[in-house]
């Protein structure tokens, strides 16, 4: 079992067997159209990973890895918020809030590229590693009418303490069955890569989600999943020779012997969720 199975399946068995049901106000299935009911924790949960034990992936079940990998690329190396960019990495579950202009308008790569805020974390990194406030945030309050999604995981918190990088990530809002399995995995990922390019070590990445939730058409799959074998964690490596954050390239990084392609995938169908600060253009 990695490390990360234990730790999101005991919390997706506390949301199943405690959590709270309300329906989700202008929400649908994308399939019927039909209404949206969830199951919070009603509580904020904390999963702390240390990277240098290993790699915080599921082995419950199959996590599509690359995609994970191309989205964080897309967002924080690429700064894009155009959707035709997924499309060319084969990824079509942003399509949804896929405007007319083909973009998620100016929500997540937006907000890293107008401050320059990779950058700018690199430099802290680099320059004051006591620095206390190397941040990157998404939330933009100014923005949030232009959004066609409000950023989920919107902030990062860093640290460099006695060598290693360690990474806070603060998620509003955690799709348990669909969302949060990508989310670590490719923050995780991010730690690796800006890691690799500040010469430290790859510390403790620490996920807090203050509204995890289970949709009611994952309930039956996640169930399924806490019955399931589980394995070791796969390995995961990065192209040591990079040494700009800018010159990775998705290839740069991958998993090798990930058993979770024997559990297989769990198809769950994605709940559409509208904005409701966004201003309707005419
Ligand atoms: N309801 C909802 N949940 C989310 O997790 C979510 C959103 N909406 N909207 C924006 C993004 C899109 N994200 C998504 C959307 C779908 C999958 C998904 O369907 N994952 C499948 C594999 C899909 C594939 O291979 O293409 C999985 O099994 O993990 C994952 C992340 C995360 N975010
Ligand atoms: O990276 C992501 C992006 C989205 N999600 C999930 C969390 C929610 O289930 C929906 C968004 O709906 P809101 O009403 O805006 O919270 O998408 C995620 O888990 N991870």
Redesign the pocket.
Same mark, same amino acid.
């Given at each position: 079992m990695s490390r990360a199975d234990e730790i999101y399946l005991e919390i997706a068995k506390q949301i199943l067997e405690n959590g709270f049901e309300h329906k989700v106000e202008g929400a649908w299935y994308a399939s019927d159209g039909g209404e949206v009911i969830v199951k919070k924790l009603g509580r904020p949960v904390v999963m702390q990973f240390d990277l240098q034990q290993e790699f915080p992936i599921l082995t419950s079940?199959y +996590?599509?890895w690359k995609?994970f990998r191309d989205e964080i690329y897309w967002i924080m190396i690429m700064q894009s918020n155009d959707v035709r960019e997924l499309h060319a990495m084969d990824?079509?579950?942003?399509d949804?809030?896929m405007g007319e202009d083909f973009t998620i308008g100016k929500a997540y790569g937006v907000q890293v590229k107008k401050f320059k805020q990779l950058d700018r974390l690199i430099g802290k990194i680099m320059n004051n590693p006591n620095d206390r406030g190397m941040i990157i945030q998404l939330w933009n309050e100014e923005d949030l009418p232009h959004m066609n999604?409000r950023p989920?995981a919107f902030m990062t918190m860093w640290d460099v303490t006695d060598g290693y990088l360690n990474c806070s990530l603060i998620q509003r809002s955690g799709?348990w069955g669909?969302?949060i399995?990508?989310n670590f995995g490719q923050y995780a990922m991010l730690v690796h890569m800006v890691a690799q390019v500040t010469n430290l070590k790859p510390g403790v990445l620490t996920h807090y989600i203050n509204n995890a939730h289970i949709?009611d058409r994952h309930y039956d799959m996640i169930r399924e999943q806490l019955n399931r074998p589980t394995f070791a964690a796969p390995e995961f490596q990065i192209n040591k020779e990079v040494k700009n954050i800018y010159d990775f390239k998705p290839e740069d990084l991958q998993i090798v012997g990930y058993k979770g392609k024997h559990a297989g #995938?769990?198809? #769950?169908e #994605?709940?559409? +969720?509208i904005n409701p600060h966004k201003q309707v253009q005419n």
């Open positions: 079940k +996590v599509p995609k990824i079509r579950f942003w949804e809030w999604i989920c799709d669909l969302g399995p990508f949709y #995938m769990l198809q #769950m #994605m709940a559409t +969720v």
